[in-house]
């Protein structure tokens, strides 16, 4: 028999430095609108995953962490925002779409999105306020987006480091990024402890930052894991010795956390989230891009895992926990840092640097961050329509 294909629309955009295919639940085919696991089925195969070859040959896909992504954005059903934007992170090799936790690089393509697929409305001239729910965590997120002449202004001069072109800036507040109580995996620090001391079989003890902000991530310091903290991917992605070490450390972080009820379930059914991150105290190096970045410049490096390899330059919500972290006193991120703390740092990270910032109060021992705020840009890479065998479900 004979198989055809079936046509999808769907928007392809750069968000920070990631992207992925962004879609309305209503582009799906009608059968995989209220069915998750036809959902799934059908955005593994636009994205071209399970992929043995780890290519995405025959996908949408980059096969990366940054690139194998996919977008839900719809109306949304609250008062309080303009729409909901759900994220899949798609595995290469497996055939998993992680729906655990949220993509703050894509986070500056949703109001760009939203404005031109006509979910919201937008003033002509100045900037559109979107009002986002992310609905993997539960949080709500303002984009501040340009607009000029009735379209979105997707080109500028804004440079972000990790990406090739200039486009217009993109301003988010992330609010009220720390978890609370009824939050997956429960409050901001879901042990109750800034710094938690892991016994980890094979490893040993490992000193640990649990936070939830942004996504669930976990900090440890760059000596920790036998690095100095100005590695570029090729340094850690090649040695297959030290990313397994990474996600044996990852793995049991996030039972700690309790997100997962053993380090096997943690590997396999949760690959997205928590994020490991490790961090130093300032040092030269040179970026992935050949530019000089000075240790006078930046107030500690930063590194982070996605999909358990090294991020090329740093998760949106990766920047979101280090802000949250770094202003608070007593995490692994704060003790690096000269200040002890800070509401505005700046990182270093494989591609450049970035600013990003987070006010916190304390009130008998309970920290709260009314907001976390950065900047991003995005722009469309392509309009149209996807196109997918009509048997994706077998």
């Given amino acids: 028999m004979i198989q055809k294909q079936i046509s999808i629309r769907a928007t392809h955009m750069r968000g920070g430095t990631s992207k992925g295919v962004f879609l309305e ?5 009608a059968e995989a609108r209220e069915n998750p696991t036809l959902r799934d089925a059908v955005l593994l195969r636009v994205v071209g995953s399970p992929d043995p070859y780890g290519k995405h040959i025959d996908g949408m896909g980059g096969a990366t962490s940054s690139t194998s992504k996919v977008v839900l954005i719809s109306r949304s059903t609250r008062k309080d925002c303009d729409v909901d934007y759900l994220f899949g992170a798609v595995a ?3 055939p998993v779409v992680d729906w655990s936790g949220n993509c703050g690089n894509l986070t500056s393509a949703v109001g760009p999105f939203a404005i031109q697929r006509g979910l919201v409305q937008a003033p002509r001239d100045g900037v559109a306020t979107v009002r986002i729910w992310q609905a993997n965590i539960g949080k709500k997120i303002v984009a501040h987006v340009p607009m000029i002449d009735g379209e979105v202004q997707e080109c500028g001069d804004f440079e972000l480091d990790g990406v090739t072109f200039p486009s217009a800036e993109i301003k988010l507040e992330f609010m009220d990024p720390g978890a609370d109580e009824d939050s997956e995996g429960g409050a901001m620090f879901p042990t109750g402890r800034m710094i938690d001391t892991l016994d980890i079989p094979g ?14 991530t976990v900090f440890v310091d760059a000596a920790t894991l036998g690095f100095n903290g100005a590695e570029l991917q090729p340094e850690i992605n090649g040695d297959l010795a030290a990313l397994a070490r990474c996600e044996t450390i990852r793995a ?9 009820a053993t380090p096997q379930e943690a590997t396999e059914k949760r690959p997205h989230t928590p994020k490991l991150a490790f961090v130093s105290s300032p040092a030269d190096y040179i970026s992935s891009s050949g530019k000089a970045v000075a240790a006078a410049d930046i107030d500690l490096n930063a590194r982070i895992f996605s999909m358990g390899m090294l991020h090329h330059a740093m998760t949106g919500t990766g920047a979101v926990a280090i802000a949250v972290a770094a202003a608070i006193r007593g995490t692994v991120v704060s003790r690096v840092l000269a200040e002890g703390s800070l509401e505005e740092v700046r990182f270093g990270h494989p591609s450049g640097k970035l600013t990003v910032g987070a006010a916190a109060s304390e009130n008998q021992g309970v920290w709260t961050v009314g907001k976390a705020t950065m900047s991003r840009s995005a722009r ?15």
């Fill in 25 to 29: 639940p209503n582009d799906l085919p």
């Fill in 92 to 94: 290469i090799e497996s």
């Fill in 203 to 216: 490893i040993g003890k490992v000193e640990a930052t649990l936070i939830n902000a942004g996504n669930p």
């Fill in 252 to 260: 049991h972080a996030t039972v700690a956390m309790g997100l997962a």
């Fill in 380 to 394: 469309r890479l392509m309009d149209g329509q996807v196109f997918v065998p009509a048997d994706y479900a077998r």
